[in-house]
C-alpha cells in the first residue's frame, strides 16, 4: 500500500476555501468604499496542477487515458456584472453567489474525509 495523499489534498483545499472566504468577506464588508475593487483567489484547480499527483494503473483492466483527456482545463475569469459611479466593483448577489460555492466545497471536502476516515478505520478493525 503506497502512501495516502488524500488528507494532504483536503487539507490543501479547506486551506484555500478559507482563504477565498476571507476574500470574499473582505470584498463584502467593501461594498461601499468608493474605488474598491473586487477581488477573488486562483481556482483550486490551478493548484491541483502543480501538484504531482498523476494516476496510476494497478491492473491490466483500467482504462488507459491520453494526456490531453486528462488535463483540466482553466475557465475564463468572469467580469465583475456591475461597476457603480464611484469605481467600486463588488456585486453582493455575485459574492453571495461566491461565498455558497465555498459552502458547498467545504462540505462536499468535509463528507469525503469523513467517508474516507470510515473506510480507513474499518480497514484497521478487520
Do not use: C
Request: glycine share 4%; hydrophobic share 35%; no cysteine.
Amino acid at each position: 500500500m503506497g502512501p495516502l495523499y488524500l488528507f494532504e489534498l483536503a487539507s490543501s483545499q479547506a486551506r484555500h476555501l478559507e482563504l477565498r472566504q476571507s476574500t470574499i468577506a473582505t470584498n463584502v464588508a467593501n461594498a461601499n468604499t468608493p474605488g474598491f475593487k473586487a477581488r477573488d483567489v486562483e481556482p483550486f484547480n490551478k493548484v491541483l496542477d502543480t501538484m504531482p499527483v498523476r494516476l496510476a494503473t494497478t491492473s491490466p483492466s483500467h482504462l488507459q487515458l491520453s494526456g490531453a483527456e486528462t488535463d483540466t482545463r482553466a475557465t475564463a475569469k468572469k467580469d465583475s456584472w456591475e461597476v457603480v459611479h464611484s469605481g467600486n466593483s463588488v456585486s453582493l448577489e455575485q459574492e453571495m453567489i461566491k461565498g455558497n460555492d465555498v459552502s458547498r466545497d467545504y462540505s462536499m471536502n468535509s463528507a469525503v474525509v469523513r467517508s474516507f476516515h470510515r473506510m480507513l478505520m474499518s480497514s484497521v478493525k478487520t
